[in-house]
């Protein structure tokens, strides 16, 4: 299935490529690659992903090894990812 990014998503995605650069290169790289990996999975198997119950057709994937979740909601013929979310910040509140 085809991926789309929110303006939120690539904005999220500038900041930890950042945050894990601070960390060292080969944090960085694999913090990357796990995120690369996660979305393709996602956009083999959107239905997956556990959906998020307080947000009707939101579904949320965790990265496990690394502190974050990646939101997404599945359309008719592409997925978006709408936001990648540090697991220690307080709760997202998705602006309608």
Known sequence: MKLEYTNQALADLRKIAADSRALGEDVAIAVEMRIRTVIERVAQRPKA???VAERPGMRVVPLIRYPYKIFYRIL????????????????WTEKR
């Open 49 to 51: 992903a556990e959906p």
């Open 76 to 91: 008719e013929d592409r997925v978006r990812i709408l936001h990648i979310r540090h697991t220690a910040r307080k709760p």
